[in-house]
Structure formats: structure tokens, C-alpha cells
Nanobody
């Protein structure tokens, strides 16, 4: 059974940095597409960053140049390095994994999700 556990959230000052981690268990191959999503109260969950099994990364426009997605295969861990944080980055952040097609839109089915970690950016 695949499990994803996020950590690293908390409170950060605007302009600061934070690194989120997502520890995966239940699979050890590098054939999963993995991604970070975020969701604010009352809003839809949106894709933030995605990285394919071939290490091709894609970012939503609002975080390009500030966030970096990466993965540590031996540790089976996904990361999201977040720099130059803004108050509008305050959200619950989720990691997700799936086999097959690697695009934000495909994560709404046949995917695994963590329970999320909250990031608050204060001005």
C-alpha cells in the first residue's frame, strides 16, 4: 500500500524559504510521476510542481523561479524547496504520486495523496 507523508510546513516570514518533504512508502521504483499541490480554504486544489520519472519538472506560473521540485530516489522522498515566499503562498500543501501519464490533470484519479502540511507566510 502506497503511503505519502508530508512534513516541513510551518510559519515563515515573507521573503523567506522553506523546504517541504514527502516520504513515500509502498513503492521503490522510479516509475512514478510525483507532484506537489496546494489548496487554500474555499478554493480548488491546484498543481504547484510536478516531476516525471525522467526528471522533467514543470511549475505553475506563480512559482516559477522561486520553487524547485526534486526527488531523492534512495530515500524515496520528494522535496519542494520554496524561496522568496509570499503571503499568497500560504496554503495546505499536498504531495501526490501516480503511475502513467504525468500531468496535473491526471492526478484526480488513480493517484495517491498525502494528508498535507500547512505553510503560513506572514508579511
Amino acid at each position: 500500500q502506497v503511503q505519502l507523508v508530508e512534513s516541513g510546513g510551518g510559519s515563515v516570514q515573507a521573503g523567506g524559504s522553506a523546504r517541504l518533504s514527502c516520504a513515500a512508502s509502498g513503492y521503490t521504483d522510479n516509475r512514478h510521476c510525483v507532484a506537489w499541490f496546494r489548496q487554500a480554504p474555499g478554493k480548488e486544489r491546484e498543481g504547484v510542481a510536478i516531476i516525471s520519472s525522467g526528471d522533467s519538472a514543470t511549475y505553475t506560473d506563480s512559482v516559477k523561479g522561486r520553487f524547485t521540485i526534486s526527488k531523492d530516489i534512495p530515500r524515496n522522498t520528494l522535496y519542494l524547496q520554496m524561496n522568496e515566499l509570499k503571503p499568497e503562498d500560504s496554503d495546505m500543501y499536498y504531495c501526490a504520486a501516480r503511475r502513467g501519464a504525468c500531468s496535473f490533470n491526471f492526478f484526480w484519479k488513480d493517484s495517491y495523496w498525502g494528508h498535507g502540511t500547512h505553510v503560513t507566510v506572514s508579511s
